[in-house]
């Protein structure tokens, strides 16, 4: 049996010097051989490396993660697969920076399921996926998880493969139970209320200062949450509204299960039927954290409040 394709190496660097000469390093080789290159990392490891890269960075797809990937639960449909799906037939390379020393506590478990789930996600394409991580910005923790989400890993000594393998645990790991809100508004809904539901969320939105399009936004996220309860969450509901380090959280609780890893991480084909649901919810919200198991699943999504207000 051949080896897969799909390659997806951490790299630990140390400092400017060891990142800028790693990631313009692997960019230039792909330049070299003709395949088309991508970079999405946060803003200013990204002037760092078009810097590095003078001229050549111009002929590379530039993406700051910080906003195309703020949720991560988007980084695969709306980052990777957007540029990999783009060159049917191509090996595609692209240096993807999920997790940096400025995300929340909140923020890294999702970052750490994205991670174990890209394997999932490329197996058997011809796609290249090098994840950086800061040696000196990320705790212990996080740099030992991410040789259980990456089978190579690569530093300043060289590479080699990792013997702590294990992304399937990782996903595991981190569906857990989630926190309890110290306060919320709440409303259980069925068929006969689910417009009351979007009301409620909409509602707590505009008295958090939000405008217009992003309670289109939210009230869109509720509409498809809701429905899944209706139609897969065993036909009701509960959804709790609140407040919570400078974002409105909106969760919605049913009794259904959540088997499919990939699910709502996907891009859909727009004639294909079937739930976009979830990947409505991961394209609108600014971050979305998921607990499943049988009988119970709850979904949040996070919307950063206004900047005016935080």
Not at 240 to 258: K, N, S
Request: some cysteine.
């Amino acid at each position: 049996m051949s080896a897969d394709p799909f390659v997806h190496p951490a790299l630990f660097y140390r400092g400017d010097p060891e990142y800028v000469a790693a990631t313009t390093a692997f960019v230039r080789e792909g330049l070299a051989a003709g395949e088309p290159v991508a970079v999405a990392v946060p803003a200013a490891n990204l002037a760092k490396i078009e810097a590095g890269l003078g001229a050549d960075a111009s002929r590379v797809t530039m993406l700051d993660m910080g906003v195309a990937g703020r949720n991560p639960g988007r980084i695969i449909p709306a980052v990777l697969r957007a540029v990999a799906d783009r060159h049917p037939g191509e090996h595609v390379r692209i240096i993807g920076e999920p997790i940096w020393p400025g995300r929340s506590a909140t923020e890294y478990p999702a970052c750490a399921q994205h991670e174990a789930l890209i394997n999932l996600s490329f197996a058997g394409r011809r796609v290249t996926i090098l994840c950086p991580y800061d040696l000196a910005g990320l705790t212990p923790e996080v740099l030992r998880e991410a040789e259980r989400t990456h089978p190579v890993l690569r530093d300043a000594s060289g590479e080699r493969a990792s013997s702590s393998y294990a992304p399937d645990e990782v996903v595991a790991r981190h569906n857990q139970p989630l926190a309890e809100p110290a306060a919320c508004v709440s409303l259980r809904f069925d068929h006969t209320n689910l417009a009351s539901a979007r009301t409620l969320a909409a509602g707590q939105a505009a008295a958090a200062g939000f405008a217009d399009d992003r309670l289109d936004d939210i009230r869109l996220v509720v509409a498809e949450l809701g429905a899944n309860s209706l139609d897969y969450g065993g036909g009701a509901g509960l959804i709790r509204v609140w407040i919570e380090d400078a974002r409105l959280v909106c969760e919605v609780a049913d009794g259904g299960h959540i088997t499919d890893p990939l699910a709502g991480r996907l891009p859909v084909e727009a004639r294909r039927s079937g739930s976009r649901g979830l990947l409505i919810v991961n394209l609108l919200a600014d971050l979305v954290r998921v607990h499943s198991r049988p009988g119970a699943t709850a979904v949040r999504a996070y919307f950063d409040l206004p900047a005016s207000l935080v």
